[in-house]
């Protein structure tokens, strides 16, 4: 295949993944300029960032490489979203976070020089692949919203524990709060329904993995058929169906009492009482009611 030879934005996130990506600069760097390539690098100081780099600059280039995690992807997709369709570039992603849930759905090689090597299979003649993304209220995700117990503890997490102890960090972080689940009685109006009861949690999902955790047959998800995927938990009433609700999660079992799947293009939650929310790990704000949407094909990305 001919190298990549337009022009590419390189967005890196020195800190995520306890900033492994210094150790591969030089790697991603080749493998973009293969051929001639124009590559102008950004580096992100601070949350929002990559979001602004992209919304400034993104049609400006015809490419943009992602270094991070699944917060600093959906930093770029949400300034893509801001600009016209048609003035989008498309997107490339080298995981380098936590659980790296957008690469586990897309196929994206989870070992940095993997997704890097994949990169230079990039030609201009290879198309991108069109995806779905979610918007929730004013903010927009690439593979889930969520509300309810345990569902912010990504964003919680203080980065340097993250990149201490990796994975370990958000199981600490779950295990402090086992005592503090409370309830969420919500309504919830679908494309073609109504439900109203009290949920322990909610996921949102346009992928087939969630937190690392949470997984999803993958013949049930089609990243852009325009339809979310949505998962219910109902409240348990006692400790013996959370852990019946635990176990039906894990062994997907996702059509019982307490757990329910189901799919629409379109979903809106009304609560009792403000719930926070999360968008691919990153908050997602307070609502007392929300509306999620599905953008059909709004972003490409290279897989």
Request: net charge negative.
């Amino acid at each position: 295949m001919s190298p990549i030879s337009k022009k590419t934005m390189l967005i890196l996130n020195p800190v995520s993944g306890k900033g492994r990506v210094k150790g591969y600069v030089l790697d991603i760097l080749e493998t973009l300029c293969r051929g001639g390539g124009d590559v102008t690098v950004f580096v992100t100081e601070k949350h929002g960032d990559a979001s602004e780099f992209a919304k400034k600059y993104g049609s400006q280039h015809e490419r943009i490489i992602v270094t991070g995690g699944d917060g600093s992807l959906n930093e770029v997709i949400n300034g893509l979203m801001e600009l016209p369709c048609e003035e989008r570039p498309a997107i490339g992603y080298i995981p380098l976070g936590t659980t790296n849930d957008m690469a586990s759905t897309l196929g994206i090689p989870k070992d940095p020089r993997g997704a890097i090597e994949r990169l230079g299979d990039w030609s201009d003649s290879t198309e991108a692949k069109c995806i779905d993304i979610g918007r929730l209220g004013q903010l927009h995700f690439g593979y889930v919203a969520a509300f309810g117990v345990f569902t912010d503890i990504p964003f919680v997490t203080p980065q340097n524990a993250k990149n201490t102890w990796g994975y370990l960090a958000y199981v600490v972080e779950a295990i402090g709060r086992l005592s503090k689940i409370t309830t969420n009685h919500a309504r919830i109006r679908l494309d073609d329904g109504y439900i109203e009861d009290d949920f322990m949690l909610g996921f949102v999902v346009n992928s087939t993995s969630v937190a690392g955790i949470v997984k999803l047959p993958a013949n049930d998800v089609a990243l852009d058929d325009g339809l979310f995927e949505v998962l219910l938990v109902r409240q348990p009433k006692n400790a013996a169906e959370l852990s019946v609700c635990v176990s039906d999660i894990l062994k997907q079992n996702f059509n019982t009492d307490r757990v329910t799947l189901l799919h629409t293009h379109r979903i809106s939650f009304e609560f009792d009482s403000p719930v926070q929310w999360t968008c691919d790990g990153e908050n997602g704000g307070v609502h007392t009611s929300v509306e999620v949407v599905n953008c059909h094909k709004a972003v490409k990305i290279f897989v």
